[in-house]
Structure formats: structure tokens, C-alpha cells
């Protein structure tokens, strides 16, 4: 049985919704959506190709992700997200994992300007076996930037943000939604929770475009 995530009843007219992530940040961003919805783990190696841009990596992934629980779950409306980021345009700073890697990142970031990219995919292949072949029946799949600029950070600082926040499970090792506001001087991005994991402005015009009914009312209708 799939684990069954908080939210109101599932319309007659909307498909199931997956969202393939196990980050409980992500759960947390579509739970404010308030629909039902599933989260399944997808089998996918997060790894940079080479001369792969950072920016097309997060694309990949994203859409990779999707695919993989969709193919499982045909007749599903699958959610897969992926997010790197970036101080030099070319190599992807990851999930720090241990202190003194969040150290090394913020030290690295202090003054400076790190670009993180969101890759959103909505992917759906048709209930039936003899259409899937052709593939997917709905695939919408885009990249949100957030630029953040980081003041200057001191050893204390950064020591000091750890002690309080370990924020050791985020790349670029602060959480903009917690202390880490602390550290930036600035947010640029036109999809405010992008950044949090999961940038929900294009994700709900995904799901119109696709058909899903929030709140029971076709938002596509009303020009969301």
C-alpha cells in the first residue's frame, strides 16, 4: 500500500497524485495545497554528466524522477523536483552531510552570489498498456532560479548559525524558511518556495494545465 499524505478528498474528476521525493520538505510544500496525495521513493542515481550544466542536470533528474514512478503508476499524475546549486555556473555544491562540508560551503558563499536551480516535472503515461508504449500522455517540465546573495560571513557566524541550525541535509547549508535568512542579503526568484524545494507557482499551473481540480474548481478556467 502506498503512504497515504493528508488533504482533502480525492474528486471523482482528478487522477491520483504522487509526488516521487522522500524530502519531507516537499511534503511539506504540497501538503499546503491541501490534496490528497501519495510519496514514493524513485529509484533514480543523482549524479552530474559530464559537460552537463548544472541548470540541465536538475532538468534531467527532475524529469527522470517522474518518469519513474509514472511508468509504475500509469493513469497517476507523478511530481518529481530536483534542486542544485551553484557558485560558478559549472559544478554542483550538494547536501552537505557533516559540519565541517556546511563550513566549507558557507565559507565559500560568504559575499557572494549562489544560484539554485529547481527543476519541476508533471508526468503522466495512459492507464492502458497498449498506449503507454508511445509514452507519456501529459509531461509538462521546467527550471525556476532563485539567486541568493550572501553577506559577508564570518567564522563566528557561520559557527554560530550550525550550532543552532546543523542545516546539513540542504545544499548550500542554510534554510531560507529558518535561521539561514540570517545569512543572506538577498532572495531574487519569481516562485517564493522554489527555493524550499518545490516551487509550487508552477506546479499548480501544471496541474491545471493538466486537468486537476484544486479545491473542486478548474483553475484553468479562472486563468490561474
Known sequence: M?????GDAVSKANPPLILASTSVYRRALLERLT??????APQVIETQN????????????????ASAVARLHPGALVIGSDQAATLDGLKA??????????????????????????????????DQPAEQAAGPDFQRA????TEVKFRDLSPALIAGYLDRE??????GSAKCEGLGIILMASIQSDDPTA???????????????AGYELFGVDTAADGA
Do not use: N, W
Not at 490534496?35 to 514514493?40: G, R
Not at 558557507?106 to 536551480?117: I, P, V
Not at 521546467?142 to 532560479?145: D, K, R, S
Open 195 to 209: 527555493l524550499i524545494g518545490l516551487p509550487l507557482i508552477r506546479l499548480t499551473q501544471f496541474l491545471s494545465e
Open 142 to 145: 521546467a527550471v525556476v532560479v
Open 93 to 126: 555544491i550538494g547536501k552537505p552531510g557533516q559540519r565541517q562540508a556546511a563550513v566549507e560551503q558557507l565559507s565559500q558563499a560568504s559575499g557572494r552570489t549562489m544560484r539554485f536551480y529547481t527543476a519541476l516535472a508533471l508526468i503522466k503515461y495512459h
Open 35 to 40: 490534496v490528497h496525495f501519495t510519496q514514493l
Open 2 to 6: 502506498l503512504p497515504q499524505c493528508s
Open 166 to 171: 546543523p542545516a546539513f541535509d540542504c545544499a
Open 50 to 65: 559530464a559537460a552537463e550544466s548544472v541548470e540541465a542536470m536538475a532538468l534531467r533528474l527532475a524529469i527522470e524522477k
